[in-house]
């Protein structure tokens, strides 16, 4: 999801990119190489089908290489409660061995994605970089422990390294299993929207647009660190559901279900590192950009798709 845009993105900007992707069944494959489809034509373009894990491939695929962009994951807070193991060996091995490849390529600067979820257990909102980090859930322990193998490569081998905390994405071919996807399908179809809990959870959400821009601006201005990225607001999963319906003119209903473990209360980012380091802040107000991904699911063939 998150990739596919970096790299339209870094090619429009005139860069060569190698994607690489092992196309993991978590969700269908055929949505991520439809997401690379428009791609595949360009010269400027080459797919690397294979796992972060491998080591001859990593160090293959990084010869030449100057900027890498790390969003090989195993995603999924849920997913990470039923296989911790898993999540682990792809979001923390898989992040030490592109370090050891990068280190070994002399590449100029990794910019990791890392996620609001390393913060886990809230003691003051908005979250800034300082705030203390105890995450609730597997996924949230493999983002931080990747986190702290940047820093200590950095440290050791002077390896640039940015980490984006980045703060619930959405936006056009973003992962069926999130929220804004579940409401957005189930509202055009005029289908019930279940929500998980009582609603009261809050979320900051951040258009991938954004999202995009904040890694070019890590590209080119990042010394190194780690930045928060997100909207900058926070919104109730209720009051997101109800403007998902307004955004969609849905007469859908909504019903309620019990919580899922180890997902986080609430999460709010303080943007202010990112604005006076990067020199970026988000342009796209959530209202405008649900209005952008329902028009866009309302126009994609993978509207039916059934997850």
Avoid at 38 to 53: A, P
Avoid at 84 to 102: D, M, W, Y
Avoid at 181 to 191: E, M, P, Q, V, W
Avoid at 236 to 241: F, I, N
Wanted: with cysteine; net charge neutral; proline share 3%.
């Amino acid at each position: 999801f998150i990739g596919s845009h970096i790299c339209t993105r870094l090619i429009k900007e005139g860069y060569e990119v190698i994607c690489l992707d092992n196309f993991d069944p978590y969700y269908d494959p055929g949505i991520k190489r439809k997401n690379i489809e428009s791609l595949l034509k360009d010269k400027k373009f080459k797919l690397v089908e294979g796992d972060i894990r491998d080591e001859g491939l990593l160090q293959d695929a990084l010869k030449g290489v100057d900027y890498v962009f790390h969003y090989a994951a195993q995603a999924g807070v849920r997913a990470s409660v039923q296989n911790p193991l898993k999540t682990h060996e792809v979001n923390a091995t898989g992040t030490l061995q592109i370090l050891r490849a990068c280190v070994k390529s002399n590449v100029k600067n990794l910019i990791n994605a890392s996620s609001s979820s390393v913060y886990g257990k809230v003691e003051y909102l908005p979250l800034d970089e300082r705030h203390p980090t105890v995450p609730v859930s597997p996924y949230g322990v493999s983002k931080l422990l990747a986190e702290h193998y940047c820093r200590v490569f950095s440290e050791i081998f002077g390896l640039k390294v940015n980490s984006l905390r980045l703060f619930t994405v959405y936006g056009p071919r973003m992962r069926p299993d999130l929220a804004i996807s579940i409401f957005t399908r189930a509202a055009l179809k005029n289908d019930t929207i279940v929500i998980f809990g009582d609603g009261t959870k809050t979320r900051d959400f951040t258009c991938v647009d954004d999202v995009v821009e904040a890694n070019l601006s890590a590209m080119e201005k990042a010394n190194g660190g780690v930045f928060n990225i997100g909207g900058g607001n926070r919104i109730s999963v209720e009051e997101l559901a109800q403007l998902v319906i307004r955004v969609t003119g849905s007469s859908s209903k909504v019903v309620y279900s019990e919580s899922q473990q180890a997902d986080v209360e609430h999460t709010w980012a303080n943007i202010e590192k990112a604005r006076n380091d990067l020199g970026w802040e988000p342009k796209t107000k959530l209202l405008q950009g649900l209005e952008r991904y329902a028009d866009w699911v309302g126009k994609s063939e993978l509207a039916d798709v059934e997850y």
